[in-house]
RNA sequence: UGAGGCGUCGUCCAACGGCAGGACUGCGGACUUUGGAUCCGCGUAUGAAGGUUCGAAUCCUUCCGCCUCAGCCA
């Protein structure tokens, strides 16, 4: 399993494309940089795995990093409490760093961006810096101190380092832009005064920097190839590129890439209110089983492979999205099923005799820890005529498909004898309090007088057994989404930690060691609680149930949600949208861009729709401009610009693409020539935008002239048929949607190059349709 | 409102111009000395509209919806 190929994602094609193209000469180094201030939970387990995992994946490195440049909340013990969870989960890292070890290097850069102009220090308070910034829609302003002399600035900034400033009274700011259309971007903050304890510098410092600035820098330092964020931070990315830009050279240089956080149900994953449940004392600490902390599923009984099961169950995305508990639990489930020998505990006993059996004789069944498995051990389980059996297990009443045990009715012992229920003891105020029994002698053993259709429950012995408490664990909300209402303590489930006191463990549990793990018969997973357990003491913990289809069938959650919030679309048709208007809004104050507008309808006579679409921007109507004077099919250059080149070029502009809007003109006009099909035009226009050339001469070279010739038609649908051999017999037989794929297996044989209505033809005779 | 990001079965993830697939859940069945496990079967999903194309989840346009950003937190 271990080895098995871990599925790709959008970060492993990234990776698989930066390898291939040599970047940074093929190095993959990763970093996982938790914030010392607080414990990991399963969200970080998610990162935790993606950062090992592509490490391994590439043959790279990853590191374990402290991002500790904020005295104010960070301690020892966290940094201790993650190194623990980390190694427990993913193992060991290449190197352990802290970004406080890189202080000096990362003011060392900053004083350099002083002297370079790209910082300066402001002298204004808190909430000046604030209201300059502006907001979404309106622009920032600028700081009176914003072009105070870098002498100046690199003083201040010594003298800041030196502690001659109060907390708050000056900053040390990057000279951006108070205008950035990104918020990110306005001038913002790299280091301010915090004359605090740091837990490893101690005092030596007391500026500190700033997360957007030292963690672009950490990873440059650590030689990171691959920094792997979580959404939230897509555009802090700017800035992480602008302080890099202006700091290497690097080698590597990081990149940062950004993927969705996880979210699962029933469950809070977000540090404030797993402290706050911690601190409020809602739970037991921080290892609480219920937790999703790392070290409460370990102490739940939660394996480390359960956990890489899960994540490569959920896989990786730019997708906000929450995930399905039951996923989770399944994880689990499969995982703990394949480790836990089982065994017999009886939650809340009921007193069963049995009437038949000889008095005073103990039998010791050899019971297999493994029953599909016998020979992987047994263990021995006395048993008497004094049993104990699950309170739950009894019914007075029981429906029609009750398979347990009933007035009358007879079930199988798990290891023993099939016994009958001949009478029911009652106190007097109706509660039951025993149970009579008569038991077949002959049932013992395979197929011993087997009965198809009888249930079989758990027991123990009543005098040979061991009582123990075992601590049943649940989800601790109720709610799917307990972020969703004003107050997530309100979905907080009461009975998320019941108590069975009265438990009784088959004697061959009482000796396990904290940690040991087995299944209870019918019960679920319990682990030996690795703190309070003792051997000869035991207390266990339940980690999960087992998959109940019993008792689910009771309440049932339906399985519908409400229908996704659909857009209407007499509404769409009928409304003018932002981005035309914002092209109208450009041509309002562009004269040489309204003009076209009118005069491409006019003269040229495109459509509305066309006109206005060439005319947001001057170089787009201007590339169109030369295209037309190239070839005056104006309508098939707007249609191939729009809907073609646009998509090509992506986020180079046109001006700067190789290929002219002359070259782009005559490029149309071989389309326009019927030289070219739809299909080779496609290729050629691919071609001429990445490497330039001629038009008409990049057309021969390529072999995308049009195909006509009968002969080289029926030659390419040959080879197509000869290459999808499969599939041309799937479609002979019937499965007539195949004939896209031999299409485009016939079509790629023409290169694109043939007349796509001749090839279908061709290819439906060959096919005997 | 400015910028950035994201929309595919109930849920999570694939499909990178050519058969919309896998996992979870649910339902049904087989088997069973765990109502477990195992095995088999069952799918009304591409947010909407328009365009390009022989062919669109995928390319273009427009709209709709959701998420993130205005800490001297990370």
């Known amino acids: 399993m271990a080895d098995a190929p871990r599925p790709s994602n959008f970060l492993t094609e990234i990776i698989d494309a930066d390898v291939a193209a040599g970047r940074n000469g093929g190095r993959v180094v990763t970093r996982f940089p938790p914030e010392p201030n607080g414990h990991l939970h399963l969200g970080h387990a998610k990162s935790i795995l993606l950062n090992f995992g592509l490490a391994a994946r590439y043959g790279g490195r990853v590191n374990l990093r402290f991002d500790d440049t904020n005295p104010a909340t960070e301690e020892v013990e966290f940094v201790e409490g993650i190194e623990a969870d980390v190694r427990w989960l993913a193992g060991d890292w290449a190197a352990l760093h802290f970004a406080s070890d890189f202080f000096e290097r990362m003011y060392q850069c900053a004083e350099r961006l002083v002297l370079e102009g790209h910082a300066y220090v402001d002298s204004q308070a808190q909430e000046a810096i604030r209201e300059q910034r502006g907001a979404f829609d309106r622009p920032g302003t600028n700081s009176p101190f914003r072009d105070r002399p870098a ?18 009274a000056c900053v040390l700011r990057a000279r951006i832009d108070m205008a950035h259309p990104n918020v990110i971007m306005r001038d913002p903050l790299l280091y301010r005064i915090r004359k605090a304890h740091h837990h490893r510098t101690g005092d030596t410092w007391c500026i500190y920097p700033m997360y957007d600035f030292a963690h672009p820098l950490e990873d440059a330092f650590e030689g990171v190839t691959h920094s792997i964020c979580t959404l939230e931070f897509e555009s802090n990315r700017e800035l992480y590129d602008w302080v ?40 037991d600490g921080w290892d609480d089983p219920r937790m999703p902390t790392l070290a409460g599923m370990r102490r739940r009984g939660i394996t480390p492979e359960a956990l890489r099961d899960f994540a490569e169950l959920i896989g990786v995305a730019k997708n906000n999205s929450t995930v399905d508990i039951g996923k989770f639990e399944f994880a689990i489930r499969a995982d703990l099923e394949g480790r836990c020998p089982k065994a017999m505990a009886v939650l809340d006993p009921l007193p069963l005799t049995i009437t038949t059996w000889p008095a005073g004789k103990v039998e010791t069944l050899e019971l297999p820890w493994w029953p599909s498995e016998p020979e992987r051990g047994t263990r021995p389980v006395p048993c008497s005529g004094q049993l104990l059996v699950e309170r739950d297990d009894f019914s007075l009443d029981p429906p029609a498909d009750w398979k347990r045990l009933a007035p009358g009715g007879s079930v199988r012992l798990a290891g023993g004898w099939v016994v009958r229920c001949d009478e029911v003891l009652r106190a007097s105020d109706g509660t039951v309090t025993g149970l009579r029994c008569s038991h077949d002698p002959a049932s013992l053993g395979d197929g011993a007088g087997a009965r198809r259709g009888l249930g079989t429950i758990h027991w123990v012995d009543a005098a040979r057994s061991v009582p123990a408490p075992v601590r049943l664990y649940d989800r601790l909300f109720t709610a799917e989404q307990p972020d969703a209402a004003p107050d997530f303590l309100a979905a907080l489930n009461p009975a998320s930690l019941l108590v069975a006191e009265r438990a009784r463990l088959e004697p061959a549990l009482a000796t396990a060691a904290p940690g040991d793990r087995h299944q ?46 659909r857009s209407d679309p007499a509404a769409d048709a009928t409304l003018r949208g932002r981005r035309s208007e914002a092209r109208a809004e450009r041509r309002a104050v562009t004269p040489a861009l309204a003009e076209r507008y009118l005069r491409y309808q006019r003269a040229l006579q495109l459509a509305e729709e066309l006109a206005d679409l060439l005319t947001g921007d001057l170089a787009v109507a201007e590339y169109f401009d030369a295209a037309v004077k190239a070839h005056a099919g104006a309508a098939s250059v707007a249609r191939w610009l729009l809907n073609d080149l646009l998509g090509l070029s992506g986020e180079t502009p046109l001006a700067q693409l190789q290929l002219s809007g002359t070259g782009f003109g005559a490029f149309v006009a071989l389309v326009d020539a019927g030289k070219l099909t739809p299909a080779g035009g496609k290729a050629l226009l691919a071609d001429l935008v990445a490497s330039g050339g001629e038009p008409a001469a990049r057309m021969k070279a390529l072999g995308l002239e049009k195909v006509e010739d009968a002969g080289a038609i029926a030659a390419a649908v040959e080879r197509a048929l000869a290459a999808q051999a499969a599939e041309a017999a799937r479609y002979r037989a019937g499965e007539k949607k195949l004939l896209g794929v031999l299409l485009g297996a016939a079509m790629r044989e023409a290169r694109g190059a043939a007349d796509a209505a001749a090839v279908r033809k061709a290819l439906l005779e060959r096919l005997g349709a």
């Open 151 to 168: 002498a100046e600035s690199l003083d201040l900034f010594q003298r800041m380092r030196a502690g001659q400033f109060a907390d708050g």
């Open 244 to 283: 890099l830009d202006r700091l290497g050279p690097w080698d590597p240089r990081p990149r940062q890439y950004e993927f969705a956080r996880l979210s699962l149900g029933y469950t809070v994953l977000s540090k404030r209110k797993l402290l706050q449940l911690v601190t409020e004392q809602r739970v």
């Open 520 to 565: 209870f018969l019918r019960l679920g997973y319990f682990i030996a609680d690795p703190a309070d357990s003792r051997p000869g003491a035991p207390v266990f913990n339940r980690t999960i149930t087992l998959r109940d289809t019993w008792s689910r069938t009771a309440a049932q959650p339906t399985q519908r949600r409400a229908a996704r919030p």
